[in-house]
Nanobody
């Protein structure tokens, strides 16, 4: 069974940085892409970034480019999200996700495995 466990969230002041981690287990980690999402209070869950199986290709939603960096360590079965210059509007629960199979897409939540999320709160 695939398990994703996020960590690294917390309270940070505006302008600060955080590195989120997601530990994966239950299948061959290096065979699947990984992604990070977030959900702010009262808003829909939104995609932040994705990374290919060996990390050679990344994709960022336009609004997330420049401050967020996704990377992975296949030896540790982990994916990370480095967040810089944090703003109060970045306050959200952050989730990592991975496709269930070949027909999965990042825009079909039911086609992904999800972690439980980690809370990030940015104070002004």
């Amino acid at each position: 069974q695939v398990q994703l466990v996020e960590s690294g969230g917390g309270l940070v002041q505006a302008g600060g940085s955080l590195r989120l981690s997601c530990a994966a287990s239950g299948r061959t980690f290096s065979s699947y892409g990984m992604g990070w999402f977030r959900q702010a209070p009262g808003k829909e869950r939104e995609l932040i970034a994705t990374i290919s199986v060996f990390g050679g290709s990344t994709y960022y939603v336009d609004s997330m480019k420049g401050r967020f960096t996704i990377f992975r360590d296949n030896a540790k079965n982990a994916v990370y999200l480095l967040m810089n210059s944090l703003k109060p509007e970045d306050t959200a629960v952050y989730y990592c996700a991975t496709p269930k199979g070949g027909s999965s897409t990042w825009y079909m939540p039911d086609s992904l495995y999800w972690g439980q999320g980690t809370q990030v709160t940015v104070s002004s």
